[in-house]
C-alpha cells in the first residue's frame, strides 16, 4: 500500500476475516503520515517522505476503515 500526498493507493482492501496479516505502507510523498485502525489500535506512527513502515492485525468480520490521523480524511 502507498500514502501520496493526500491518498492510500489502493483506497480499499478486501482481506479474509480472522485471518493475520501484515500491510506494508510505503510514504511515496512529501508529507508525514500515518495508517491506523482506530478501534484495532494498529498504528505505522508518523512516516516521513521515503519512508517503509508495517501495521499487524488481524482481519474482523465485516467493513474497517483506516486513515491517516494526521490527515483527516485520508
Given at each position: 500500500?502507498?500514502?501520496?500526498?493526500?491518498?492510500f493507493?489502493?483506497?480499499?482492501?478486501?482481506?479474509?476475516?480472522?485471518?493475520?496479516?501484515?500491510?506494508?505502507?510505503?510514504?511515496?510523498?512529501?508529507?508525514?503520515?500515518?495508517?491506523?485502525?482506530?478501534?484495532?489500535?494498529?498504528?505505522?506512527?508518523?512516516?516521513?517522505?521515503?519512508?517503509?513502515?508495517?501495521a499487524?492485525?488481524?482481519?474482523p468480520?465485516g467493513?474497517?476503515?483506516?486513515?491517516?490521523?494526521?490527515?483527516?480524511?485520508?
Open positions: 500500500m502507498t500514502a501520496v500526498d493526500t491518498r493507493e489502493p483506497d480499499r482492501l478486501e482481506l479474509p476475516a480472522g485471518q493475520e496479516v501484515q500491510v506494508e505502507i510505503r510514504n511515496e510523498g512529501s508529507g508525514t503520515h500515518d495508517f491506523t485502525i482506530e478501534w484495532l489500535d494498529p498504528s505505522t506512527g508518523p512516516t516521513q517522505g521515503g519512508e517503509v513502515a508495517n499487524t492485525f488481524t482481519i468480520d467493513e474497517t476503515s483506516f486513515e491517516s490521523t494526521l490527515h483527516p480524511g485520508l
